[in-house]
């Protein structure tokens, strides 16, 4: 079974400054990536999301993150933060035999004007 | 463009009734999923629909546990028999079909069992 591992819990950024949120998953057949986010109050929406072709995904609000099938990672970054990206911020995989989406335990992130 | 809903937003119950979530997928989706979420954690799957069939449970879904879609439209999740380890958010989402679709989520039923 697939497991999904977010080591940063809690991340607490200037505005402006450069983030880059880890997640790594194992599992070893195809997957597909997706990280997803959750702002106060709203439900959770996806940023964006790898299946194939281009490993450098690019999804909304100036985010992106990278998929290294070597280090069975797909971290998501974003060069600049703004106060409005605090989040919390959500990594998640499923096969392409199973849908279900298995996420990773979150990170919170807050940006400080 | 209609997401996902959620009825109701918010339940208290006490331990040992039954409630019922109902769920109302976007309109052209065929796949309806659950998860719960608790405080501190990411979702975790319950149980998913391909259009009124049932095609996965969780080991996590007990036997209280149960869901239908009816018509392959809207679904319900109820739960006999509250425990106070159910307290949880019952989140929703549905897609258009394979694994690399995207799942549009719902507000969610936050459950609390007193």
């Known amino acids: 079974a697939q497991s999904v591992s977010q080591h940063n819990h809690h991340v607490i950024l200037s505005e402006a400054a450069s983030l880059e949120l880890g997640c790594n998953y194992s599992?070893?057949?195809?997957?597909?990536l997706f990280w997803y986010v959750q702002y106060p109050g709203q439900h959770l929406q996806l940023l964006l999301k790898?299946?194939?072709?281009?490993?450098l995904v690019k999804g909304i609000k100036g985010f992106e993150a990278e998929f290294i099938k070597s280090k069975f990672s797909f971290n998501l970054r974003k060069p600049s933060v703004q106060w409005s990206d605090t989040a919390e911020y959500f990594c998640?995989?499923?096969?392409?035999?199973?849908?279900?989406?298995?996420f990773g335990t979150g990170t919170r992130l807050q940006v400080t004007l | 463009d209609t997401g996902v809903s959620q009825d109701p937003r918010h339940k208290i119950t006490k331990r040992g009734q039954n409630v019922t979530f109902r769920c109302d997928p976007i309109?052209?989706?065929?796949?309806l999923y659950w998860y719960r979420q608790t405080l501190g954690q990411g979702p975790e799957f319950l149980t998913y629909?391909?259009?009124?069939?049932?095609?996965?449970k969780s080991r996590l879904l007990s036997d209280r546990f149960s869901a239908e879609r009816p018509k392959g439209s809207f679904s319900t999740l109820e739960i006999q028999r509250t425990e106070q380890g159910d307290s949880a958010m019952y989140l929703c989402?549905?897609?258009?079909?394979?694994?690399?679709?995207?799942?549009?989520f719902g507000p969610g039923t936050r459950l609390l069992v007193l």
């Open positions: 998640a995989v499923n096969t392409g035999t199973a849908s279900k989406l298995t």
């Open positions: 989402a549905s897609s258009q079909g394979p694994s690399r679709e995207t799942q549009y």
């Open positions: 790898y299946f194939s072709g281009d490993p």
């Open positions: 599992y070893g057949g195809t997957v597909n």
């Open positions: 309109s052209e989706h065929n796949r």
């Open positions: 629909f391909q259009n009124e069939a049932q095609l996965e």
